[in-house]
């Protein structure tokens, strides 16, 4: 499974996420969808966005561990 950590980067940079959304051009509910890890996809273009804006990398946001079955 792929766990969505841009919360944590979002402390970091200590943003909230309206602000984020509005940054890189998205709605804050497509964010939020991202966020709690119910999207089934990203664009590359918005992840280079999210980077771009947080100053990360895309492994900082995302993160894989196995299924726990």
Not at 6 to 17: F, I, P, Q, W
Not at 24 to 41: F, V
């Amino acid at each position: 499974m792929i766990i969505v950590n841009l919360d944590v980067e979002l402390a970091k940079n200590k943003m909230r996420s309206g602000e984020l959304a509005e940054r890189i051009g998205i709605t804050p509910a497509n964010l939020s969808i991202l966020k709690t890890g119910k999207a089934k996809a990203i664009r590359f273009s918005t992840l280079e966005a999210i980077c771009r804006e947080l100053g990360c990398q895309p492994g900082d946001i995302l993160e894989y561990r196995p299924d726990e079955d």
